[in-house]
């Protein structure tokens, strides 16, 4: 066994997670693969994932209950009862190109229009500067090696075509306008990338509570797809082997009900092969963002 190996013992909380991707029906080396994408080594993942399946259902309750899932709370839906092909918007129809249940994702076709997108990226691009994340320990923002895009944000209702978009968001996702968090515009060069993360704010983390005073924690996000790159560029979402490629106007959303890596909302932008990536995200909170 390898000393990567070593260093990466299999917690009570992967055996929940891989019992919940069992639950949901994914096939054993869909769940493998999954983990190999999110850096665990081979023998480690194969190993967890032999054990785990094959424990008498007793132990795995016992260690269910000793991680403590968070309990769900309620998301943004859009109406997509009946199956429909499209939806009202507002001010506008939208195409429904893919959805999922588990986990809860929808790709969107027509969100915005070509002028729209080329009028975000112009507002946008006097203000760019290196993308930043969240710091764990204090609650602020630091640049992070994972991600390697240029950004900005939007304040919400700053201008008549942003509070144009924020409100068919709303309208499309049933969820109130004050719940949303300003428009953040992100520049992807070649080689630019995000690593697979989590957009939850995780309650172990020292700043999380000062998070969390603005509005509760996020529940859902929509990326907006500004151009269309040349090549590459994909959301990827490693926990399901999905990529959504990035087409202008098109958008992908997810939600995600707890803080938790069981939602199997793990995602990426993986790296711009050639041209340039532009998108618009739209982070949902359980309150009102202030």
């Not at 309620?74 to 429909?84: D, I, N």
């Not at 040349?230 to 959303?253: C, E």
């Not at 938790?260 to 340039?276: D, I, K, Q, S, W």
Request: glycine share 8%; charged share 20%.
């Amino acid at each position: 066994m390898s000393t990567q190996s070593l260093s990466q013992p299999v917690s009570d909380e992967l055996r929940v997670w891989i019992l919940a991707q069992a639950q949901a029906g994914c096939r054993p080396e869909d769940v493998l693969a999954a983990m190999r994408s999110s850096g665990w080594a081979e023998d480690v993942a194969a190993l967890a994932l032999k054990t785990t399946l094959a424990m008498p259902s007793g132990m795995l309750k016992a260690a269910s209950d000793a991680v403590r899932l968070p309990t769900g709370a309620t998301v943004p839906e859009p109406a997509l009862a009946g199956a429909t092909s499209a939806l009202n918007a507002g001010d506008r129809s939208v195409q429904v190109l893919m959805s999922m249940r588990h986990p809860r994702l929808v790709v969107f076709g027509g969100l915005l229009s070509d002028a729209e997108c080329d009028a975000l990226v112009a507002l946008a691009r006097p203000r760019l500067a290196r993308s930043e994340t969240v710091e764990n320990q204090s609650g602020g923002s630091e640049v992070n090696a994972a991600r390697t895009s240029q950004g900005m944000f939007f304040e919400r209702g700053e201008t008549g075509l942003i509070s144009m978009i924020e409100q068919r968001i709303a309208t499309l996702l049933q969820w109130p306008l004050t719940h949303g968090e300003g428009l953040q515009v992100l520049h992807y060069r070649p080689g630019a990338e995000y690593r697979p993360h989590h957009d939850y704010f995780d309650p172990a983390h020292p700043g999380t509570a000062s998070i969390l005073q603005r509005g509760g924690q996020r529940v859902a996000t929509l990326v907006m797809y500004l151009n269309t790159p040349l090549a590459g560029g994909a959301t990827i979402f490693p926990d399901v082997a999905l990529d959504v490629t990035p087409l202008k106007g098109s958008a992908v959303f997810f939600s995600y009900d707890r803080p938790h890596a069981v939602t199997r909302t793990l995602h990426g932008g993986a790296p711009v092969v050639a041209g340039e990536k532009w998108v618009a995200t739209k982070w949902l909170r359980q309150g009102v963002f202030t």
